[in-house]
């Protein structure tokens, strides 16, 4: 019973951020030459964007953030201190420059 | 008396998780949390600690979740998490999460 409510609170609450989302027209391009964001932006640029696996739960906002935070954390993925699969498979994938140019490209973009 | 039975699992079934109570959340956070990332949760003492203002709820719970179990590994969180009962979570959760700052999944 609470599963069942759960899910079906769920799949109401994703419906209605898609919906919001597609109101929304996009206006500026969403990168910056240098910084390797297109793979971000499919899931961090997508407000309410759940993560599926291994949990349920909407994926941080890291527009506005601090640099030095996104950079900590892309390198605690990169290392092994964080754990998330899709984020640690990303983050192996980056040097200390990308990691740096992605950082700074998100720490501009708050609201 | 069955059907009495019926309707109190109903009722029973129909209530609400009992929510989060931001007023304790803010009263813990600004215990526990504020001296290093500030009372606004948006000016932190050291630039590598996140701004938690506005961050998503259920995002802050899984943290500080992960933060317990050590799925996730910092000294100062791990000792700053461990004490935290569920509802503690979820309090401070709703507290951080309802606060202004510039954090933003916006396309721009």
Do not use: W
């Not at chain 1, 994926?59 to 892309?74: H, N, R, T």
């Amino acid at each position: 019973m609470k599963l069942s409510r759960f899910l079906l609170l769920a799949t109401a609450t994703t419906m209605s951020f898609a919906a919001v989302a597609q109101e929304k027209k996009t206006s500026a391009p969403a990168s910056t030459p240098g910084a390797p964001v297109s793979t971000c932006i499919g899931c961090h640029s997508i407000p309410g964007y759940q993560a599926s696996f291994p949990q349920v739960y909407r994926v941080p906002k890291i527009g506005g953030q601090s640099q030095q935070y996104i950079e900590a954390a892309l390198k605690a993925y990169r290392q092994g201190d964080r754990k998330h699969p899709t984020m640690v498979g990303i983050a192996k994938g980056l040097t200390d420059d990308e990691i740096a140019s992605v950082a700074a490209y998100y720490a501009q973009r708050g609201r | 008396m069955k059907r009495s039975l019926i309707i109190f699992a109903l009722a029973v079934a129909a209530q609400p998780a009992i929510a989060a109570d931001a007023k304790k959340g803010e009263q813990l956070a600004q215990q526990q949390c504020a001296a290093c990332h500030g009372k606004d949760f948006v000016t932190a003492v050291d630039p590598t600690y996140p701004k938690l203002a506005g961050q998503y709820v259920d995002y802050l719970e899984k943290a500080l979740r992960d933060y317990q179990t050590g799925a996730r590994k910092n000294a100062i969180m791990a000792g700053l998490a461990k004490p935290l009962s569920r509802d503690d979570i979820r309090n401070l959760a709703a507290y951080l999460s309802s606060l202004p700052g510039p954090l933003s999944n916006e396309k721009r």
